[in-house]
Structure formats: structure tokens, C-alpha cells
């Protein structure tokens, strides 16, 4: 087991596939505005959390953008998530990025402004976007399938491998 491990995270196309982001109406937190996250993604993420003594979770998704660490730590309560989100990264779109062709680019940046900022040397990053031309591979594992997000045959070994 490792301490100080720290995850980016994104939600959709990690933790929420599509079929809850386009489809998921039934089961809508009015309160907060959003969708359940997939059961068995959240499932296979707790089992990965398993595996850490104390992982330290930074929003690296979008959501960061829309809700507060506090908020999204009921969000995570809610879809029965076994951690809580510790901070955010910084919000870079608007400011050194504006094209959504540029979205990829502006995600790993805002992650590796905050690893760099923190010092962080122990971490992996898990988004459905492919972060892989500036994020190195020990350091990112992508959800290529948006539909199974982290629940993808493979997917937890591949994290597990490099924690």
C-alpha cells in the first residue's frame, strides 16, 4: 500500500459513462443538479481505493467547475463513493485556453500546474480524455470508452499497476 497517493479525477467517462449523463433522469439529485454516477464504476473505483492507505483525491473533471469541494463530497456521499474529493485544480480554460480543441491540452495542463505547485510526485491521472501527449503513461490511465467508463475490462489493473 502506498500513502500520499494522489488520483485527478475526472466524473464523465470515468465514473459516469454516458448511458447517466444522457440518459440518467430517474435518478437526478435535485437538490445539487446532477446524476447518479454508474454503480459498477463506482464499484471498481472503490476497490482501486482499497489499494491505497490514504488517497488524496483532486477534481481534475468539470464538475470542479460547477460545484465545491463540499458539495461534490456529498455528491460523492450520495453515489456511495469511499472518499472524499480534497481539492480541485485550477481552472485554466477562458484564461490560457479557449477552443474546445484545445480541451485536452488545458486538462493536462491544469493537472500538472497543480502537480507542479504541490510537489506531488506520487499520482495518477484517470480521464476519459487522452492526456497521453503531455501526461507520461506512468502517469495517466485513459477511459476510452465513455459508455464503461472505469468499469472497461483492464482499466483497474492498469491503475492498480501504477499506484
Known amino acids: 500500500m502506498n500513502s500520499k497517493f494522489h488520483i485527478f479525477l475526472d466524473i464523465d467517462g470515468v465514473l459516469a459513462t454516458s448511458h447517466q449523463y444522457n440518459t440518467n433522469r430517474k435518478k437526478w439529485h435535485e437538490m445539487y443538479d446532477c446524476y447518479r454516477f454508474d454503480e459498477k464504476c463506482v464499484k471498481v473505483f472503490n476497490q482501486i481505493l482499497d489499494n491505497i492507505s490514504s488517497p488524496i483525491i483532486i477534481l481534475s473533471s468539470d464538475w470542479g467547475k460547477k460545484y465545491s469541494i463540499e458539495v461534490m463530497n456529498e455528491i460523492f456521499k450520495w453515489n456511495t463513493v469511499n ?7 485550477p481552472d485554466l480554460w477562458g484564461i490560457k485556453f479557449t477552443s474546445l480543441a484545445q480541451l485536452e491540452d488545458c486538462r493536462a495542463d491544469e493537472i500538472l500546474k ?9 499520482y495518477i491521472a484517470i480521464d476519459d ?10 502517469h495517466f490511465v ?8 472505469i468499469k472497461q475490462s ?3 489493473d492498469k491503475i492498480l499497476s501504477r499506484i
Open 142 to 149: 485513459r477511459t476510452p470508452r465513455v459508455s464503461e467508463g
Open 129 to 138: 480524455l487522452d492526456l497521453s501527449p503531455w501526461i507520461s503513461d506512468e
Open 83 to 89: 472518499a472524499v474529493v480534497t481539492d480541485i485544480t
Open 154 to 156: 483492464g482499466i483497474k
Open 114 to 122: 497543480y502537480v507542479h505547485e504541490h510537489q506531488i510526485e506520487n
